[in-house]
């Protein structure tokens, strides 16, 4: 398997909440879904479990929303490696999202950001068949199930 591309961190946001997010300063995060667009260029399956240890050194913007965020899911593209090109699609492919804060998780290029949120998710399976229907992921895992989507 190719240990290196892109993954997206499918997580839960239950309440608003106001977070530190590095030189981005205090966020507001509104409740919702948002769908983080990562690069891995070596280590993908290490990077993921990095972002799944509770405890680990505040390095990149999705750590600060890590912290409050839920994660429910896991795709992920190896080989793959256009994460901006990625966001535009996932902009077009979901109708009633946005991105939430210029800049976050895209200090190295020129993009709006690769956060997206998403206010609510009706079927996550849904939403993960689209994935590998509409963007051709190749693979996915299931972290958890939730009971209410909303």
């Given at each position: 398997?190719?240990?290196?591309?892109?993954?997206l961190l499918?997580?839960?946001?239950?309440?608003?909440?106001?977070?530190p997010?590095?030189?981005l300063?205090e966020?507001f995060f509104?409740?919702?879904?948002?769908?983080?667009v990562?690069r891995?260029?070596?280590?993908?399956s290490a990077?993921?479990?990095?972002?799944?240890?509770?405890?680990?050194k505040?390095?990149?913007?999705?750590?600060?929303?890590?912290?409050?965020?839920?994660?429910?899911?896991?795709?992920?593209?190896?080989?793959?490696?256009?994460?901006?090109?990625?966001?535009?699609?996932l902009?077009?492919?979901?109708?009633?999202?946005?991105?939430?804060?210029?800049g976050f998780?895209?200090?190295?290029?020129?993009?709006?950001?690769?956060?997206?949120?998403?206010?609510?998710?009706?079927?996550?399976?849904?939403?993960i068949?689209?994935?590998?229907?509409?963007?051709?992921?190749?693979?996915?895992?299931?972290?958890?199930?939730?009971?209410?989507?909303?």
């Amino acid at each position: 398997m190719d240990d290196r591309g892109l993954y997206l961190l499918i997580l839960r946001l239950k309440k608003h909440k106001t977070l530190p997010v590095g030189r981005l300063g205090e966020v507001f995060f509104e409740a919702g879904y948002y769908i983080y667009v990562g690069r891995a260029k070596r280590g993908l399956s290490a990077r993921i479990q990095r972002h799944l240890r509770a405890n680990k050194k505040i390095f990149w913007h999705i750590d600060y929303l890590l912290k409050e965020a839920q994660i429910v899911s896991i795709v992920t593209k190896p080989g793959s490696f256009d994460e901006c090109g990625l966001v535009k699609k996932l902009l077009r492919l979901f109708k009633n999202s946005t991105i939430p804060l210029l800049g976050f998780g895209a200090s190295d290029c020129r993009c709006p950001g690769h956060l997206i949120y998403l206010p609510e998710i009706q079927n996550l399976k849904d939403l993960i068949s689209n994935f590998s229907l509409e963007l051709s992921f190749k693979s996915y895992a299931w972290l958890r199930k939730e009971q209410k989507m909303k």
